[in-house]
């Protein structure tokens, strides 16, 4: 019976570690509507020399639909109510801080 239980456990952690072990360290983003693509490392790279008001956070996300890469930004002076990211274009490489804001400013 132990020898089950311990099969069982070995067989789900190798289970549930797969996907993180196979993850894709560089994920690309490509564009829907022109095939374009950019790595992960490329744009953090663009972002870093075009967003200089902060730092590069390690968390994003690509957007498809609009060929766009949207890094978090930590920038080095705050704005209340925003949450901004640093937005790198798949197809012309270029990238700006988009600021994210809600509500009304004051």
């Known amino acids: 019976m132990n020898k089950i239980i ?4 070995i067989l789900f952690l190798v289970a549930t570690s797969f996907p993180a ?3 894709d360290k560089n994920p690309v983003c490509v564009s829907k509507s022109t095939g374009a693509k ?4 490329e744009a953090r790279k663009i972002a870093v020399e075009n967003c200089k008001e902060g730092a590069i956070k390690k968390t994003f ?3 498809e639909i609009t060929g766009i890469w949207w890094l978090d930004f930590n ?3 705050k704005t209340a109510g925003c949450n901004p990211a640093c937005v790198v274009d798949v197809n012309t490489k270029q990238s700006e801080i988009n600021w994210r804001c809600t509500g009304i400013l004051k």
Request: charged share 10%; net charge positive.
């Open 21 to 23: 072990i196979c993850a």
């Open 6 to 9: 311990f099969t069982f456990v």
């Open 38 to 41: 950019m790595k992960l490392s």
């Open 75 to 77: 920038p080095v002076k």
């Open 61 to 63: 996300m690509c957007n």
